[in-house]
């Protein structure tokens, strides 16, 4: 499973905000998403944020337990997640003898994400520091809080698929990258055009904006390509999901858009693509707490007349997708 941070699903955003006949007007035709696009596979078109779920934790915990994490982000040190309060995705496939890993960018310690994966069956956690002892070059720790970019992260991850294929048994990992992290300056040296736009921040801004897009959704593209052509991905499912809607600030709020979290379909709408499924989707409608009921449906663990799981419903279900806005979102 692959968190892809703040990943919106459609670009370009708000093109009114530039001067008619701009550059960036003319460049902006590009489907920066098409690489993803090109692998088989289905998209989710109404993926929408519901009510506090826009930091990467709350979209976290939404998607693996299907429960809404309510809580100050300064007081996130009061939450213990512990396994007696909630039943998680992860500590489902422990119990069908899953090996676990998740694999972040950045410090694993941020927002506790080691002790909510540790407490919900999780036995591998992978952060900065595990990386700085791998003595990986410098020039490869430029993502946000100096932590390490997409592709090497994305390395990383697939040298421990590697190794978990070799024990022949059921595994899964869970992955957060960080290169598109507001204020979306973080490109791997590896990005075509990483310098390319270092003029005038403000001027340039959605330019990098872009670009960092662009460039994260390929390196994950290369990294699916990859597994597919090793012969990997033909008994893997894949989830990849946007952790919440691209936030804003001064300099992106003409493109983005302000976020309304009162009306989940007043935003815009999350990337979530799903690789390798049996099934097809029965709604075009979701938010996070559906994604651990369709996950249990495709490994087999919930059969289709047990299509709930917490808050969520799994896009397999039968249920109207009229009914499911009407009771859900």
């Known amino acids: 499973m692959i968190f892809y941070e703040s990943a919106n699903k459609d670009f370009p955003f708000n ?10 007007e003319n460049q ?36 693996k337990c299907s429960v809404p994490l309510f809580t100050n982000k300064r007081y996130i040190e009061d939450v213990n997640f512990l396994p007696k309060e909630l039943v998680c995705l992860g500590d489902i496939l422990k119990r069908y003898g899953y090996q676990q890993s998740f694999f972040t960018s950045g410090e694993k310690e941020f927002h506790f ?9 999780f036995s591998n956690i992978f952060g900065k520091t595990d990386y700085l002892l791998k003595v990986i070059e410098n020039k490869h720790f430029g993502s946000w809080d100096q932590g390490l970019n997409d592709d090497i992260l994305l390395e990383q991850v697939y040298e421990k698929i590697l190794e978990e294929r070799k024990k022949n048994k059921p595994f899964n990992i869970t992955l957060l990258t960080l290169d598109t992290h507001i204020p979306y300056i973080y490109m791997s040296t590896n990005c075509k055009n990483a310098t390319k736009y270092n003029k005038i921040y403000k001027e340039d801004y959605y330019l990098k904006l872009r670009e960092s897009f662009k460039c994260t959704g390929n390196f994950i593209a290369n990294f699916i390509k990859r597994l597919e052509r090793n012969g990997i991905l033909k008994d893997t499912l894949v989830v990849i999901t946007g952790d919440h809607l691209a936030p804003i600030d001064e300099f992106s709020e003409p493109y983005l858009g302000a976020t309304n979290d009162k009306d989940p379909l007043k935003n815009k709408r999350i990337f979530f693509k799903v690789i390798n499924s049996e099934f097809e989707p029965n709604r075009n409608l979701m938010s996070h707490y559906d994604i651990a009921p369709t996950i249990l449906h495709d490994l087999n663990i919930l059969d289709l007349n047990q299509d709930k799981f917490g808050f969520g419903v799994s896009l397999y279900s039968k249920m109207k997708p009229e009914d499911y806005l009407k009771k859900y979102i």
């Open 28 to 63: 902006d035709k590009e489907d920066i998403h098409a690489e993803l696009r090109k692998i088989s596979g289905y998209e989710i078109n109404d993926f929408v944020q519901a009510q506090s779920l826009g930091w990467t934790i709350a979209g976290i915990v939404a998607s």
């Open 113 to 121: 994400y080691d002790r909510f994966y540790l407490n919900h069956g």
């Open 15 to 24: 093109l009114s905000a530039y001067q008619e006949g701009s550059v960036i």
